[in-house]
C-alpha cells in the first residue's frame, strides 16, 4: 500500500537555527499538506500546497516558515531561525479524497 | 475560522464496554472527517460524512452526521484493547485542509 514518508524521524536543533523538514508524498496526490502537533495536543493545520504554490496557509505559517517542492517528489517545510515553541511532532499529508499522513518528524528545539 | 469542540476529552472504559465521543460546531459544516490516532503513531483516516443524518457503520463503528450538520459523533460498540487512541473529528477546508478538534483519548482496561 502507497504511503506518505518523511525524514528524519527525529531533528533537535538549537534555537535559531534553520531546519528541514522532508517528505514524499503519494505519487499520484495532487495535494499536500503540513500539520504540527505539540504534545498531547491536537493536530494543527500549516499549510496546503497544490499546483506548486501554496493554496491555504494557518495564522501558524508565518514568515517563519516556507515550503518547496524542488522535484517531483519531495515536500520540503523550511522554519528559517526556530524556537523553542516550535517544537512539536511535523506531519506531512497528501490527499486524493482522504489525507494520508506521514509518520512524522520530532522536533525538538534547545 | 470555524472551530469543532469534542468532548469527552478523555475516556476510560473496561473492555467490552461501549464508547462515545462528540462533536459539536457552532455553525454548519459542509463535511466531518474522523481519524484515529494511536499512541505515538500519525492520525489515520476513518471516515468522511457529507449528507444531513447521515449514519454509517464500519464494524463496531457507527458515525453519525446530525441533520443540521453542527454536530457528529463516533460510537464503538464492545471496546477492545486495540481501539486505544486519540479519536479526532475535523472538517475539511476550501482546499482541503483540515481542522481538527482536540480529540478524545480513549484507554480500555483488558
Known amino acids: 500500500e502507497p504511503e506518505v514518508t518523511q525524514t528524519p524521524s527525529h531533528q533537535v536543533t538549537q534555537m535559531g537555527q534553520e531546519v528541514i523538514l522532508r517528505c514524499v508524498p503519494i505519487?499520484?496526490?495532487?495535494?499536500f499538506y503540513w500539520y504540527r502537533q505539540i504534545l498531547g495536543q491536537k493536530v494543527e493545520f500549516l499549510v496546503s500546497?497544490?499546483?506548486?504554490?501554496?493554496?491555504?496557509k494557518s495564522e501558524i505559517f508565518d514568515d517563519q516558515f516556507s515550503v518547496e517542492r524542488p522535484d517531483g517528489s519531495n515536500f520540503t517545510l523550511k522554519i528559517r531561525s526556530t524556537k523553542l515553541e516550535d517544537s512539536a511532532m511535523y506531519f506531512c499529508?497528501?490527499?486524493?479524497?482522504?489525507?494520508?499522513f506521514g509518520p512524522g518528524t520530532r522536533l525538538t528545539v534547545l | 475560522g470555524q472551530q469543532v469542540m469534542q468532548i469527552p476529552q478523555y475516556q476510560h472504559v473496561q473492555e467490552g464496554e461501549d464508547f462515545t465521543t462528540y462533536c459539536n460546531s457552532s455553525?454548519?459544516?459542509?463535511?466531518i472527517q474522523w481519524y484515529k490516532q494511536r499512541p505515538g503513531g500519525h492520525p489515520v483516516f476513518l471516515i468522511q460524512?457529507?449528507?444531513?443524518?447521515e449514519v454509517k457503520k464500519q464494524k463496531r463503528l457507527t458515525f453519525q452526521f446530525g441533520e443540521a450538520k453542527k454536530n457528529s459523533s463516533l460510537h464503538i460498540t464492545a471496546t477492545q484493547t486495540t481501539d486505544v487512541g486519540t479519536y479526532f473529528c475535523?472538517?475539511?477546508?476550501?482546499?482541503?485542509?483540515?481542522?481538527f478538534g482536540k480529540g478524545t483519548k480513549l484507554s480500555v482496561k483488558p
Open positions: 499529508a497528501s490527499r486524493s479524497y482522504e489525507q494520508f
Open positions: 505519487s499520484n496526490h495532487l495535494y
Open positions: 500546497f497544490y499546483n506548486n504554490e501554496i493554496s491555504e
Open positions: 455553525t454548519t459544516l459542509s463535511n
Open positions: 460524512l457529507v449528507k444531513s443524518g
Open positions: 475535523g472538517y475539511g477546508g476550501s482546499q482541503g485542509n483540515l481542522i
